[in-house]
């Protein structure tokens, strides 16, 4: 089983920026593709951002030009940088494989965007 630990979530106000982490443990990073996703209160968990073996990311059409994901394959990391944070930006966010795997799911950390 592979594990994700999520961090840096927050509370920001609008516009501000945020840099989450996820250390993956448990099954070598190389091989599979990464994402981030998030969950908004009663609102289903829906994916913010991916990014493949070979770095080709994909974006939420809510996010795109304002987040950005990486991996760090040595380390075993993957980060979202989220800039020009906006009040619907606010949501737990996890990470998981891309397609994400149910039984592999974090606790996640909380990020808010409030004024």
């Known amino acids: 089983q592979v594990q994700f630990v999520e961090s840096g979530g927050g509370l920001v106000q609008p516009g501000e920026s945020l840099r989450l982490s996820c250390a993956v443990s448990?099954?070598?990073?190389?091989?599979?593709?990464l994402g981030w996703y998030r969950q908004a209160p009663g609102q289903p968990r829906n994916m913010v951002a991916s990014i493949t073996r070979d770095a080709i990311t994909t974006y939420a059409d809510s996010v795109k030009g304002r987040f950005t994901i990486s991996r760090d394959n040595a380390n075993a990391m993957v980060y979202l940088e989220m800039n020009s944070l906006k009040f619907e930006d606010t949501a737990v966010y996890f990470c998981n494989s891309r397609p994400p795997a149910e039984a592999d799911w974090g606790q996640g950390t909380q990020v808010t965007v409030s004024s």
């Open positions: 448990g099954s070598n990073v190389d091989f599979f593709a």
